[in-house]
């Protein structure tokens, strides 16, 4: 739950840089870094420890890899898409079929990561707030699971998303914080029994 605790740290640090980054216009790349490094060495590896705990949160850990899956498809559609936008800038007169055809693939192949990874997302941050709460009944993991929902619901309205993720993500640090203490104390407890 460490390793869990640990990335939600980090998820913490990548939103406050991609909210930063919408404002700014900046910084995104540096922000989908930190988001690739902590779901795959922080959040995924956390969830698996949980899945061995509670097969419940297996699905929590399928959405890690959804996460994953979409954001490198995301990441394959941008490259694709800025190829076929320079092929069309170097010859104006290459706006066939080929060139249009071409850019609704580049168009289409993030939109699909953009659903997968959004997929991953609900299934890993959503769920797992929720089965969290189930399993150790801290009501900040409902809460963070509420927000993380709202967070969605009000980005699919188009509304500036992430700013209710972060508050999510700090209650899930600190629940997560509180969790390991008490199963650390119960741990300690037992073993001197």
């Known amino acids: 739950m460490s390793t869990l605790g640990s990335g939600f740290l980090y998820l913490l640090i990548a939103v406050i840089i991609s909210i930063v980054a ?3 216009g900046l910084l995104y790349i540096i922000a989908v870094g930190i988001m690739l490094y902590t779901i795959f060495a922080m959040i995924r590896p ?6 061995e705990v509670d097969n419940g949160f297996r699905i929590s850990y399928t959405g890690t890899t959804f996460m994953l899956v979409g954001l490198a498809i995301l990441v394959l559609g941008l490259i694709v898409l800025a ?3 320079a092929a069309a800038g170097s010859s104006p007169e290459a706006i ?20 997968i990874a959004w997929i991953g997302n609900i299934l890993t941050f959503v769920v797992g707030a ?16 509420i927000l993380f929902v709202l967070d969605i619901a009000l980005l699919l309205n188009g509304f500036f998303g ?28 037992t073993a001197q029994a």
Do not use: E
């Not at 066939?96 to 659903?115: F, H, M, R």
């Open 130 to 145: 929720f089965k969290l709460y189930s399993r150790y009944q801290n009501s900040l993991y409902m809460a963070a699971g």
């Open 83 to 85: 190829a076929v936008s």
């Open 162 to 189: 992430n700013i209710l993720s972060l508050v999510g993500s700090i209650l899930m640090y600190i629940a997560l914080d509180d969790t390991i203490n008490k199963l650390s104390t119960a741990a300690t407890t």
């Open 96 to 115: 066939g079929g080929t060139v249009v055809s071409g850019l609704t693939l580049a168009l289409g192949v993030p939109l699909i990561g953009a659903v």
């Open 22 to 24: 919408a404002f700014a």
């Open 46 to 51: 956390g969830v698996r420890q949980l899945s």
